[in-house]
């Protein structure tokens, strides 16, 4: 019997591709079939466990045939463009197509799944629509591979085979409560993730029986932020246990403090405490951002900034917001003598920005080759000079 031998965080993990020789004899042919997991399940370069492992599936994945193995125990499969071979006892033909679609029933999502701006991977992403989502389709792809759905204000296309109904009266997934400054171990090999979700990269993978002590749970309950290796780093709470058997007494860790500083330029945030490390975004010059964390010597600065945690240089941070200098505003008051044309600049060949009637009153800045540069309400232009007195 195969599921998955060791549960690996997020979906796909590849591995090395030994390669192995197999022959199918007369293999049923099931191409076109559409098959669901029913358990998280490894898929294979050959038909049997002795065969190299090369990633997951997730419990509630779709998937498209291709061929059965001699025996029946085996299903070829095609899964990000890999030709893959997982147990066939641990899938469920689906008895309707994604063109079955029921629109404005619910649905929930398999997996973190792209919203695109169209019904094809060809499309822009507009966000990551997490695990575990109810969504209701507002409109099936004419293929019935895509739905269009609204989350968070944004609407947009997912793949359909990331989606299964739900009962309208199932009781919500909660996620596993886990408190800050308790010890808990991993209950799984699980990833770690540089953010909290799965879209990050991944900091490391934990041994199953790891110790974790939470320095913050975010708000959804289903991330925390620990420190392993003098590096913070995140963990999905739904492999975490309580660790009511430790042998090794440890000081748990302190739970994270931020401060508010402010960036004195436009900063890039890294995943490292080095220039070298890679650019995970940037910062413009004057946000506020919270640091949790210093390096040794206080050199770099670990900062949250838009869901993101990474690396700023230090010297770059203040705890003072910069106010924008104040220029004196230096004028003197004039009225014009008739109607006006002010223009966007001191010549006729400018254009019109706005006729000032007679005898209004306005700033004028600077005169200079018969023209003045002035400002009328909220107008600011030039107009000829010999015009006002």
């Known amino acids: 019997m195969e599921s998955i031998d060791k549960v690996i965080l997020g979906g796909v993990v590849v591995a090395s591709t030994i390669g192995m020789n197999y022959n199918i004899a007369s293999a049923d042919i099931v191409s076109q079939e559409i098959y669901t997991t029913t358990n998280r399940l490894n898929m294979r370069k050959g038909p049997s466990t002795d065969y190299t492992l090369v990633g997951t599936l997730d419990k509630g994945v779709k998937v498209k045939a291709i061929e059965k193995s001699s025996d029946g125990k085996w299903l070829k499969i095609n899964y990000n463009s890999q030709n893959v071979w997982v147990n066939f006892a641990y899938l469920q033909k689906d008895k309707s197509s994604n063109n079955d679609i029921k629109l404005d029933s619910q649905y929930e999502t398999t997996a973190n799944v792209n919203m695109r701006k169209g019904p094809s991977t060809n499309y822009t992403k507009i966000i990551i629509v997490p695990a575990q989502t109810k969504i209701t389709p507002i409109k099936s792809s004419s293929d019935g591979k895509w739905v269009?759905?609204?989350?968070?204000?944004?609407?947009?296309?997912?793949?359909?085979?990331?989606?299964?109904?739900?009962?309208?009266?199932?009781?919500?997934?909660?996620p596993n409560k886990v408190e800050v400054g308790k010890k808990y171990k991993t209950t799984e090999y699980v990833r770690t993730r540089k953010g909290p979700g799965t879209s990050y990269d991944v900091a490391t993978v934990l041994p199953k029986g790891t110790q974790v002590v939470p320095v913050e749970i975010l708000?959804?309950?289903?991330?925390?932020?620990?420190?392993?290796?003098?590096?913070?780093?995140?963990?999905?709470?739904?492999?975490?246990?309580?660790?009511?058997?430790?042998?090794?007494?440890?000081?748990?860790?302190?739970?994270?403090?931020?401060?508010d500083y402010y960036t004195t330029a436009n900063l890039n945030i890294r995943d490292g405490a080095s220039t070298t490390s890679s650019k995970i975004g940037k910062i413009p010059n004057g946000t506020k951002v919270s640091v949790v964390d210093f390096n040794s010597n206080k050199t770099w600065a670990k900062v949250m900034y838009n869901n993101k945690t990474g690396w700023v240089s230090a010297q770059y941070l203040s705890t003072k917001s910069q106010e924008p200098e104040q220029k004196e505003d230096t004028y003197w008051t004039g009225t014009t003598t008739q109607n006006l044309n002010m223009r966007k600049g001191p010549s006729t060949d400018y254009s019109i920005i706005i006729t000032i009637p007679k005898n209004s009153d306005v700033k004028i800045y600077e005169t200079k080759s018969g023209w003045a540069k002035i400002k009328y309400k909220s107008y600011e232009g030039y107009c000829s000079a010999s015009f006002i007195k």
């Open 219 to 259: 708000k959804s309950g289903y991330w925390a932020m620990f420190k392993y290796n003098n590096q913070y780093m995140y963990v999905c709470t739904d492999y975490l246990e309580a660790d009511n058997q430790s042998t090794t007494p440890t000081e748990p860790e302190k739970p994270i403090t931020r401060k």
């Open 148 to 174: 269009q759905i609204n989350y968070k204000n944004e609407t947009g296309w997912i793949s359909a085979q990331y989606i299964k109904t739900v009962s309208t009266t199932q009781t919500p997934t909660q």
